[in-house]
């Protein structure tokens, strides 16, 4: 399995600070696969307290030099303390599987926490995923639901794929084929590997009309950019009572 570091954090999107010219270079030689040169000069500017460096020098330990977790998470929780929502994310991460950092469900939940205040969008959907399964805070699908919504109204495909489960299980939020069908097929335009399978098998169930209106509704959604989604349904009883006599077609 790959490592965490090397598989989860963020791409690094690095732009001018203080340091000017150096972290322009460091970013340069990055690019370039020069990582030696990289640290060399990224490392000055973290330890001069530089948070985009400290981020930089966490994912360098994952994939540019000796692999080191435990500096990996050193350096994110230094960034992430000044705010970095990537390092937040990470890190919590970091605490979800136990890597460079005891493995700890509540820390986990803080540094999600504090990056989903900041919209993020893997964050979001990390967080619902501890209040789905109980793991650092009480179970409370309801909030799993709303964090699965955030996350999946930016595209993000497993917030999607999540958001969709929830709405096939009637977990935190009525069940509804429709909907669950929808979300699972912008989760596979968005190329998430597990969501073709689950929307082929609740294909299954739906009749002729439903699926026509759950296309009709992802086309609609993704031309919005996730903005105008589920309120694009006609009233929900309405559609209940037109839709429930039909009978069930496969999708193939």
């Not at 493995?103 to 964050?123: F, H, I, P, T």
Request: some cysteine; charged content about 30%.
């Amino acid at each position: 399995m790959k490592s965490l570091i090397t598989t989860l954090l963020l791409a690094i999107t690095l732009s001018s600070t203080a340091f000017g010219d150096d972290f322009s270079d460091g970013k340069a030689a990055y690019k370039k696969g020069d990582y030696k040169t990289a640290m060399k000069l990224w490392k000055p500017m973290a330890e001069q307290g530089d948070a985009k460096a400290q981020y930089a020098l966490g994912v360098m330990y994952g994939e540019g030099v000796p692999k080191d977790d435990k500096q990996a998470a050193k350096w994110f929780r230094l960034a992430a303390g000044q705010g970095d929502v990537r390092a937040q994310f990470n890190l919590g991460v970091m605490y979800a599987t136990g890597e460079g950092v005891p493995e700890d469900d509540k820390q986990a939940v803080k540094w999600y926490r504090l990056a989903a205040e900041q919209g993020n969008a893997s964050a979001y959907n990390r967080l619902g995923v501890m209040y789905e399964n109980g793991q650092g805070v009480i179970i409370n699908y309801t909030e799993a639901v709303r964090l699965f919504n955030l996350s999946a109204r930016q595209g993000n495909e497993y917030g999607m794929y999540n958001f969709a489960r929830m709405y096939k299980d009637g977990k935190g939020v009525e069940e509804d084929k429709i909907y669950s069908y929808m979300w699972f097929n912008l989760a596979n335009e968005a190329e998430h590997s597990f969501s073709k399978y689950e929307r082929k098998e609740l294909s299954k169930k739906m009749t002729t009309k439903e699926l026509h209106v759950a296309h009709e509704l992802s086309q609609k959604c993704l031309d919005s950019n996730y903005k105008d989604c589920e309120s694009a349904l006609p009233n929900f009883l309405h559609r209940k009572l037109n839709l429930s006599s039909e009978e069930h077609d496969d999708d193939d």
